[in-house]
């Protein structure tokens, strides 16, 4: 698994900024929090790192050690520590920001981020830039975001994890060449700075470069052999390749180290799901449901759970599932979760044909953001996407003239948008919309701009070859969305069986 922060910005992104339906998959990663070992408040350290400004040694020590295990995915884990180090030193900024980063929930999240903005003017430039970075990316201003970490590699060009938190940005941009030129920094600095080996992997892994990504991941094993994750990112390149049985046994390998490596657990169902083995995918997940500690660890579960679902033609189930990630929301007032789990409900609805019901769903999404306490920032970006979720219900009642009118003020909106994401969703909903009007010349230029890590937009130039004529491009595509081959994500789940078929 790459190292995302694991699902709170993740729903953060995904809700306020588009529908999408992928947890692993579409999101920006967020930059690393803090960098070095070094405990001065000073902005630059003798060795060019990032200093840790913090009161107590034995604070320090604790964020060092739970920072190591974010590294090797140990997040669950990583908490204790995190917290025992803001108990040692409530003024712990960075502690504060990797504990937000790594929140099972939005409520957690957005409280440990607001309470390491206040302590932004009392550490190190550095630290400065990284907390102000994550707020920028929490208002969905990536834009700003970039800024902040320019600066910080102006400041700090030797410190691999201000190169580690800039590829980060690339690659959530899909600039997969510029994350790799950082990720090869990062390990220039330090050759065995094992996080860095394994986001290297994944953008070689993106660029379909998968015999440098084998390598990247081979070297990341090598470094940290006894940790569960290498083998689990491996294992996630041969799921990727079609290896199904060689993933599986790459993912056992993982939970043999580390029986709570819950994410194997999905990996091994996607794979047997890919082999047509439904039930024993489904069966598979129940070990996550079994061994979940905190809300984000059930979440996980439960959104493989619906995308098994989907995937297997049983939709009415799957929104039964989606109804339970709800109240598990509900529990703790999560807005961000509650917000993804309607809109993923109308994604869901969207898919079976019934356009008034998600409606709704996405109507009910919206009012929960606009009815919080999030960022004014927040608030507005969410009334946009709100005309990208708008046109594609109109599309689906074949009201073509209302797709095209939401659409531009969708298009307008991410024209004008600090996200750099958004043009892309604006060229998928008139690529869309050129499809349904049969324009296929006109739905190929706009999809070919649009995301193409969203395998619907390789199943929807598919079917704009198709209609074209063009029968090697359509099979090209199609083959390209069918062997998709992620983990759980709802996009390939909707399109998968039918790209497979036209492939």
């Not at 400065?128 to 910080?152: E, G, H, P, S, T």
């Not at 994410?263 to 995918?281: D, P």
């Not at 189930?317 to 339970?324: G, H, I, K």
């Not at 797709?403 to 994401?421: C, D, I, M, Q």
Request: glycine share 4%.
């Amino acid at each position: 698994m790459r190292t995302l922060r694991p699902l709170v910005p993740l729903l953060i992104f995904v809700v306020l900024t588009v529908s999408g339906c992928a947890r692993k998959e579409a999101a920006a990663p967020a930059p690393d929090s803090s960098a070095s070992s070094s405990s001065s408040a000073s902005d630059r350290t003798g060795d060019g790192k990032i200093p840790i400004t913090t009161t107590s040694p034995q604070a320090k020590a604790e964020f060092v050690q739970a920072r190591d295990m974010v590294d090797k995915l140990q997040i669950t884990n990583s908490l204790e520590h995190f917290r025992k180090a803001i108990e040692l030193d409530p003024s712990f900024a960075s502690a504060e920001l990797a504990l937000a980063q790594n929140s099972p929930t939005g409520t957690e999240f957005f409280a440990h981020l607001q309470k390491a903005v206040a302590l932004a003017d009392k550490v190190s430039d550095g630290e400065r830039l990284l907390i102000l970075a994550q707020q920028a990316a929490a208002n969905n201003d990536v834009v700003q975001q970039k800024q902040f970490l320019d600066q910080l590699l102006a400041a700090y060009p030797d410190d691999e994890r201000a190169n580690f938190a800039m590829a980060a940005w690339d690659f959530g941009q899909q600039d997969y060449p510029k994350a790799l030129e950082h990720y090869r920094k990062a390990t220039e600095i330090n050759n065995t700075f094992s996080t860095a080996y394994n986001l290297m992997g994944y953008a070689y892994r993106q660029s379909n470069q998968f015999s440098d990504a084998e390598k990247a991941f081979q070297r990341y094993i090598e470094l940290i052999p006894n940790d569960p994750n290498p083998y689990d990112s491996y294992a996630e390149l041969l799921l990727k390749m079609g290896r199904f049985d060689d993933a599986i046994a790459q993912y056992r390998k993982a939970l043999a180290i580390d029986a709570n490596f819950l994410n194997a657990y999905q990996g091994i169902a996607m794979a047997l799901l890919y082999q047509g083995k439904e039930k024993e995918a489904a069966a598979e997940l129940e070990n996550i449901a079994s061994k979940a500690r905190t809300d984000g660890e059930r979440r996980t579960g439960m959104f493989a759970e619906t995308v098994v679902l989907v995937d297997s033609g049983k939709a009415a189930q799957a929104l039964a599932s989606l109804d339970e990630q709800y109240a598990l929301g509900q529990k703790t007032n999560d807005v961000a979760a509650m917000a993804f789990d309607s809109t993923l409900k109308g994604n869901v609805l969207l898919n079976m044909g019934k356009p008034d019901q998600a409606k709704k769903e996405f109507e009910s999404g919206a009012a929960l953001i606009q009815a919080s306490n999030l960022s004014a920032e927040i608030k507005a970006n969410n009334r946009l996407v709100s005309h990208f979720n708008l046109a594609r219900v109109a599309l689906a009642r074949k009201d073509l003239a209302a797709a095209k009118a939401e659409a531009l003020e969708y298009r307008t909106g991410a024209a004008a948008s600090k996200n750099p994401f958004q043009p892309r969703q604006a060229h998928e909903l008139d690529g869309t919309i050129a499809l349904a009007d049969k324009n296929w010349d006109e739905a190929i230029a706009q999809l070919q701009q649009s995301n193409l890590q969203n395998p619907q937009n390789l199943y929807r130039l598919c079917q704009a070859y198709q209609g074209k004529g063009d029968a090697a491009k359509a099979a090209d595509s199609c083959k390209q969305a069918a062997e998709f081959n992620s983990l759980p994500n709802l996009n390939y789940a909707f399109i998968r069986a039918k790209a497979g078929k036209a492939a």
